[in-house]
Structures are given as structure tokens and as C-alpha cells.
């Protein structure tokens, strides 16, 4: 890239790379991480690959790209959280080197640099490689399919036309319709606007479905086995779309929480997309602006494929009746590239006033990142490691180094926010999560009931269930309905019994005169909803919950 050495650009992409490995091995997290786990372990022990199931029942939320290739790359190394995470990760490098060549494509060699580097650097990124969903394979195969066939109508090679039906069938396999609307508003948008009438009703995008349908024709038959035209029914409309219309299940559910407010992916974004998220809704308008003062013509110098792929998307989500952050992830690569290209803009036409706003905001963030950090790493779960603190004060000294000595505006304005940023995951994921996730309860127990070798016939659950101990467990632990079924097990076998409960399965034991031989407590908290509470040491306690695990 040519505003910084290429030295320079190595060592902060290693240190990049070196965080999103640490992820992979943080343990993952309840409940959707650690139900794909366990699923895909699942997948694996029985054989089952067209026919999903979820503790040995029938599964029917996502579709089986995460769990046929976690389920392989458990067969090829083990079952681990490196095994699980990797194939997300390697689609994470599949969508960062996507996100470099559409840039490169649209704008040049420059702007598809800094893309890739804006988005590499992401909050959203960062979380993907550790927190490992559907929405990784998702936006690698969306960001793939848009650069195919993106080539595709530039250059008319067949190969870019296969490969574009090749990563919507990918992001498809990985959550569904999203994968091909994400890529249509996108293109869409881009032929709309240039008035290409005649590509846009091509006999060819009839061809592309059908190929896009042949490649899903694996999943299309296994959802059929398991639930005839209503498996078909959901994946095509009631996964996606019913929650938008209020139709999916989940919407439905008086258990899962509805957050409707329309704004809630305005405020995600602004944390989402961080340290870049403040310039990344600048580019939008400067984009906006760039279309509105040109009247809507068709302008060599003026591209539309980044903001109706962002805009239109972004819309939909938010009047959706179920919302969760992941959701908008997915176009994320379009926003970086909008993005650096907005940069690269200012920077070669020197627009020195804008570009002191914009160093200034990022100020603002360095300062906010920074003193979250020091609240976390002091206050909240303190940090101890000398040799991590030495790590981190060397970033923030890099920080303020560039920030005030950099030798020209885009080292200031693009490395401050880059130390500050990879500084704040390093601490993240080499002490906070791990600290986390010992309050959660499950992990620990399956982790300690799989290294003390209990046997499966030996252990069973009471009151509770926990994905996050399914996986770890390396079982589908049975569970006792109530005490009575507890004892009449213990009367018909001899062998010790290792019960996991909670308070209210403890309280019942006792009522029953059962006195445990062992007994240990767990700390738990639902850790994916932090609460100030939580978070707060002299409250901590009063917000945990304790589980059980005993031997009788």
C-alpha cells in the first residue's frame, strides 16, 4: 500500500493474525457457538450429515455448511476448539482476500489494501475468530460471490459466472437466503444505475440459479427426509424472511427476548465496526452525497454496488421483528470498501480539513478504547501478567508515537486506531474472555468430566441442559425428569452416579434423605449479556447462579 512500508504493513498484519489465532482456542461460548459445536460433534459420532440432528432429535434452525465442515475438520485433526473454529477460519481469510480484490476491481490496488486492512481490524472481525457462528461462512462466501460475479460482468468469463454461483451456494449452505439477497441488492443496485437493462434480464441469472440450486441439492434433500415440503418451506422463507414478517418461530417465542427498536443496528454498527465505524458512516454520506449532487448519471467515477449492497440490507434488518448484532455483519467487506475508498479519496484530493476532523474522531476513539481497556484490566478482571501489560503499554507508546510523530496524515490517521484496536483484543482474548468463561458453568463441567474419564453410563443431568457441556463433555449427556427417576436408576444399578444440577435438584435430593459422596459448586452467568452488575466485583456474586456437579 502506498502510504505506509511494506515492513510496517507486515508486522501489523501479523500481530493481526497472531490475535485471531489466540481465538480459536478461547473456549466457545453459550448458547449459539457452543450449540454448533456440539451439533457438529454430534454430526460426527453419528454419522449423519444430510439429516441434522441436535441431541439425537431432529434440527431445524441453520443450515449445514458450519457443522459438515466443523464435523471434518474434527475427523481430520480432533474435537477441540482450534477443530471447530478453524474452517470459519479459514473463511475469514477467504473474505479478507475477497474484500482486497473487489476493492482492487472497483477502485485499485490501494483502496483493496486498506479495505482488507479496515476490515481485518474490526470489531465484528476480531469476535468472528473466537465467537465462531453461521455469519462467518456467510459474509466469506457473500464478499466471494460479489467479487466473481462482479468480474464476471466486467471481463465475461465463465469461470468468474461458476465461481460467483459457487459462493452464494456457500453463503446459502451457511444461512440462507441472505447469502443471494446481500449480493443481488448489491449488483442490483450497481446495474440499476447504470441503466444495464439488457444484462439484468439475461437468460443467464436463470442459468445461476439453477446452479445455485444444484449445489444446494445435498441440504435440499436432507431437509426434505426429515420434514417433507415444510423443510423446504422453512429454509426458503420462514429461516429468513419469517423474521422479518414475524413468522419464524423464534419471533413467536415468548422466550426469546424481541428487540424491535428500529435503531438497535444504528448503535451495534457504531461498536460493530470499530475503531472505524465513525468514518464508515462518513463514507456513506460522502458516497450519498457524491450520487445526489450528480443527479443519479451514470458516472465512470461513481460506484453504487458498496451502498446498495449496505443500505438496502441494512434497512430490511432493522425492521425485522428479531434482531441479534451478528445480523449486519454480513456486509461488512462492502463497508470497508466504501470506506477506503472515502480515505483514499480525501487523502489523494488532500482535503487537509476533513481529514483533521477525522484524525480527531479517531482520537476520540484511541481515548475510549484505551480507558476501557484500563477499566477491564484493572477494575473488572484485573490483570496480573506483567509480561501482558509490558505487551499492551508498548502498543498504546506506538499509539500516541504515530499519532504525534507520524510523518505524514495517513500514518496518523490509519496507525493510532490500529495499535489501539489489536491492543484491546490482545487483552481480550489473552485474559478477559478466558476469565469470562470460567463463570460459565457448563464448559467447566464438561471440560472436567471429560479429563476425569467418567464413564457416559455414568452420568446424567438434573434440571438443566447446557450446550457448552454437550461439547466439552464430548456427550449427549441423558437426563433424569425428576428425583423419583434419579432413584429408581440407583436402586437397578450399583455403579456411582454423577448427577450436574442445579439449586432447585439439590434441594429435591435432600428432601429425599440422599446424601452426595461429592459434591462441587459452579459459578454460572448467561456471559454472551453482561450487565453492569456482573461486571462490577462488588456485585458479581449477587448475579450468579450455582450449579452442581455431585457423585452419589
Not at 275 to 304: H, I, M, T
Not at 430 to 448: D, E, I, K, M, R
Not at 485 to 495: N, V
Not at 508 to 536: H, M, S
Request: hydrophobic share 50%; aromatic share 16%; proline share 4%.
Amino acid at each position: 500500500m502506498k502510504y505506509f512500508r511494506t515492513s510496517l504493513l507486515f508486522v501489523l498484519s501479523l500481530l493481526t493474525l497472531i490475535i485471531y489465532i489466540l481465538g480459536l482456542f478461547i473456549h466457545v461460548m453459550d448458547i449459539d457457538a457452543s450449540q454448533y459445536a456440539s451439533i457438529s460433534r454430534e454430526m460426527l459420532e453419528t454419522g449423519s450429515f444430510l439429516v441434522v440432528k441436535h441431541r439425537y432429535h431432529d434440527y431445524l434452525d441453520k443450515p449445514p455448511l458450519l457443522f459438515w465442515l466443523s464435523a471434518l475438520s474434527f475427523k481430520l485433526g480432533s474435537v477441540t476448539n482450534l477443530f471447530y473454529k478453524l474452517p470459519s477460519f479459514l473463511g475469514t481469510l477467504l473474505g479478507l482476500f475477497s474484500c482486497y480484490k473487489l476493492g482492487k476491481l472497483l477502485y485499485n490496488s490501494t483502496v483493496g489494501m486498506l479495505a482488507a486492512w479496515l476490515l481485518a481490524t474490526c470489531q465484528a472481525w476480531f469476535l468472528f475468530n473466537h465467537d465462531v457462528r453461521t455469519d462467518t461462512l456467510l459474509a466469506g462466501g457473500v464478499i466471494f460471490g460479489i467479487w466473481q460475479w462482479t468480474a464476471y460482468l466486467k471481463f465475461q468469463k465463465t469461470i468468474y459466472f461458476i465461481s460467483g454461483c459457487l459462493g452464494i451456494s456457500i453463503a446459502m449452505l451457511a444461512k440462507g437466503p441472505i447469502g443471494l439477497m446481500v449480493p443481488v441488492l448489491a449488483l442490483g443496485s450497481q446495474l440499476v444505475y447504470q441503466r444495464e437493462w439488457k444484462i439484468i434480464l439475461q437468460w443467464k441469472w436463470l442459468l445461476a440459479l439453477g446452479i445455485v440450486l444444484v449445489l444446494l441439492t445435498p441440504m435440499l434433500y436432507g431437509l426434505y427426509q426429515q420434514y417433507g415440503g415444510y423443510g423446504l418451506y422453512f429454509y426458503f422463507w420462514e429461516q429468513s424472511f419469517g423474521r422479518l414478517t414475524g413468522q419464524n418461530a423464534f419471533v413467536k417465542s415468548q422466550e426469546i427476548p424481541q428487540p424491535i427498536d428500529p435503531f438497535f443496528f444504528t448503535h451495534t454498527f457504531l461498536w460493530a465496526f470499530l475503531p472505524w465505524s465513525l468514518w464508515a458512516v462518513y463514507a456513506v454520506f460522502y458516497q450519498g452525497d457524491r450520487l445526489v449532487k450528480n443527479r443519479c448519471k451514470l458516472s465512470e467515477n461513481l460506484e453504487v454496488l458498496t451502498l446498495g449492497g449496505i443500505l438496502f440490507p441494512f434497512i430490511a434488518l432493522s425492521l425485522a421483528q428479531y434482531k441479534l448484532p451478528h445480523y449486519i455483519f454480513v456486509f461488512f467487506p462492502l463497508v470497508a470498501i466504501l470506506t477506503a475508498h472515502c480515505i483514499d479519496d480525501l487523502l489523494t484530493t488532500n482535503q487537509r480539513k476533513m481529514l483533521t476532523y477525522l484524525m480527531r474522531a479517531q482520537a476520540f476513539v484511541c481515548v475510549v478504547l484505551w480507558t476501557l481497556l484500563l477499566l477491564l484490566g484493572t477494575i473488572v478482571f484485573p490483570l496480573k501478567s506483567r509480561y501482558v501489560w509490558v505487551l499492551l503499554a508498548c502498543l498504546l507508546l506506538a499509539n500516541v508515537y504515530f499519532f504525534s510523530q507520524g510523518k505524514n496524515i495517513a500514518t496518523r490517521l490509519l496507525l493510532p486506531s490500529t495499535f489501539a484496536i489489536i491492543g484491546v483484543n490482545l487483552f481480550l482474548n489473552v485474559h478477559f474472555y478466558p476469565t469470562l468463561l470460567q463463570y460459565q458453568a457448563g464448559s467447566v463441567v464438561g471440560q472436567w468430566v471429560y479429563e476425569k474419564g467418567i464413564p457416559k453410563d455414568q452420568f446424567y443431568l438434573l434440571h438443566t441442559q447446557s450446550h457448552a457441556l454437550d461439547f466439552y463433555a464430548q456427550r449427549i449427556a441423558p437426563s433424569f425428569k425428576n428425583v423419583q427417576e434419579l432413584l429408581e436408576w440407583k436402586e437397578k444399578t450399583p455403579k456411582d452416579l454423577w448427577v450436574f444440577t442445579d439449586e432447585a435438584g439439590i434441594l429435591a435430593l435432600e428432601r429425599q434423605g440422599l446424601v452426595p459422596a461429592e459434591q462441587f459448586e459452579f459459578k454460572d452467568f448467561p456471559i454472551t449479556t453482561l450487565t453492569y452488575e456482573f461486571l462490577n466485583p462488588a456485585t458479581r456474586e449477587s448475579t450468579l447462579d450455582s450449579y452442581y456437579l455431585i457423585r452419589l
